[in-house]
C-alpha cells in the first residue's frame, strides 16, 4: 500500500511559482513512477507530468513543457513538481499518483493517489 500526501498548494499571481510536494509512504519509492495530474470539476483528469522511478526519465504536458519541473528525492520518499511562469489556465487541483510501471502518461495508469491540494492563478 503506498500512501501520498500532497503539499505547497496555495494562491499565486499570473507569473509567481509554487512548488508542490508529494509525500509518500512505503520503503519501495524508487520502484514507482510518479505523476502529477491536475483536474477542473466535471472534467476528466489530465496529465501534467511523469518521472520514472529512478528519475532518469521524465515527461510532460505540451501545455506546462518549459514552465514544470518534475523532479525527486527517493532518500525523502517524496516527489516534487516546480511551476513556474504560471498562468490563469493553471488553475486546478492538482494530484499526486504512483504506478509500479515504469511510467505513465494516462491516470489509468496509476493505482495509487493522493487528495489533491488546489492551486489558483489569479491575473
Known amino acids: 500500500q503506498v500512501q501520498l500526501v500532497e503539499s505547497g498548494g496555495g494562491l499565486v499571481q499570473a507569473g509567481g511559482s509554487l512548488r508542490l510536494s508529494c509525500a509518500t509512504s512505503g520503503r519501495t519509492f524508487s520502484s514507482y513512477a510518479m505523476g502529477w495530474f491536475r483536474q477542473t470539476p466535471g472534467k476528466e483528469r489530465e496529465f501534467v507530468s511523469t518521472?520514472?522511478?529512478?528519475?532518469?526519465?521524465?515527461r510532460y504536458a505540451d501545455s506546462v513543457k518549459g514552465r514544470f519541473t518534475i523532479s525527486r528525492d527517493n532518500a525523502k520518499n517524496t516527489v516534487y513538481l516546480q511551476m513556474n511562469s504560471l498562468k490563469p489556465e493553471d488553475t486546478d487541483v492538482y494530484y499526486c499518483?504512483?504506478?509500479?510501471?515504469?511510467?505513465?502518461?494516462?491516470?489509468?495508469?496509476?493505482?495509487?493517489w493522493g487528495q489533491g491540494i488546489q492551486v489558483t492563478v489569479s491575473a
Open positions: 499518483a504512483a504506478t509500479p510501471r515504469l511510467y505513465g502518461l494516462n491516470a489509468g495508469e496509476y493505482g495509487y
Open positions: 518521472i520514472s522511478g529512478s528519475g532518469s526519465w521524465t
